[in-house]
T-cell receptor, first 111, second 116 residues
Framework: AQKVTQAQTEISVVEKEDVTLDCVYE???????LFWYKQPPSGELVFLIR??????QNEISGRYSWNFQKSTSSFNFTITASQVVDSAVYFC????????FGTGTRLKVLA | DTGVSQDPRHKITKRGQNVTFRCDPI?????LYWYRQTLGQGPEFLTY????????KSRLLSDRFSAERPKGSFSTLEIQRTEQGDSAMYLC??????????????FGPGTRLLVL
């Protein structure tokens, strides 16, 4: 079965530290899409980024950056200068119409 | 823009009772999805609709579960004869579908179900 693995269950950092969340996926597809979502304590999944399998350019959005490496089937997410408001569970997902999610990484940013 | 809304946000029921959840997607979105999320896990796909047509159902969706989207707008998810194992967060998402080459699902706040 195609799978998304987020090996880091929980990460704690001190505010202003950089942190990288890992995501590794399995696929038999030649075309696929990868996503990151944030789930704050309120429970709603907030869309962060979508990446196509044929576009390996890394992307930066403010303090967020994503590193997509097709050769290692990884799509890692880095938060620079973390803030307390970044505390949440982050999910990596893969799919087209049907998303397969990882088990999530809980990020705690301590003041 | 109004996002995806779900009602109720929380539901406590006794084992054996029936429950129904409602999802209202973003207005111009023609695809609607249901996922289930248990504690400590990522969401798992249950089913999805293209307009009013239900196009796929997961094996997770037992015979006790039924989903409808009668007019291609809002959707309902009904669980009959609830079991304690049904306790989870039920998430609804919507997307533009094929009209959007960057199709992305946007999620609602979820309905948290507790079966006693």
């Amino acid at each position: 079965a195609q799978k998304v693995t987020q090996a880091q269950t929980e990460i704690s950092v001190v505010e202003k530290e950089d942190v990288t969340l890992d995501c590794v996926y399995e696929t038999r597809d030649t075309t696929y899409y990868l996503f990151w979502y944030k789930q704050p304590p309120s429970g709603e999944l907030v869309f962060l980024i979508r990446r196509n399998s044929f576009d390996e350019q890394n992307e930066i959005s403010g303090r967020y950056s994503w590193n997509f490496q097709k050769s290692t089937s990884s799509f890692n997410f880095t938060i620079t200068a973390s803030q307390v408001v970044d505390s949440a569970v982050y999910f990596c997902a893969k799919g087209t119409y049907k998303y397969i999610f990882g088990t999530g990484t809980r990020l705690k940013v301590l003041a | 823009d109004t996002g995806v809304s779900q009602d109720p946000r929380h539901k406590i029921t006794k084992r054996g009772q029936n429950v129904t959840f409602r999802c209202d997607p973003i207005s111009e979105h023609n695809r609607l999805y249901w996922y289930r999320q248990t504690l400590g896990q990522g969401p798992e796909f249950l089913t999805y609709f293209q307009n009013e047509a239900q196009l796929e159902k997961s094996r997770l969706l037992s015979d006790r579960f039924s989903a409808e989207r009668p007019k291609g707008s809002f959707s309902t998810l009904e669980i009959q004869r609830t079991e304690q194992g049904d306790s989870a967060m039920y998430l609804c998402a919507s997307s533009l579908g094929l009209a959007d080459p960057k199709e992305t699902q946007y999620f609602g706040p979820g309905t948290r179900l507790l079966v006693l």
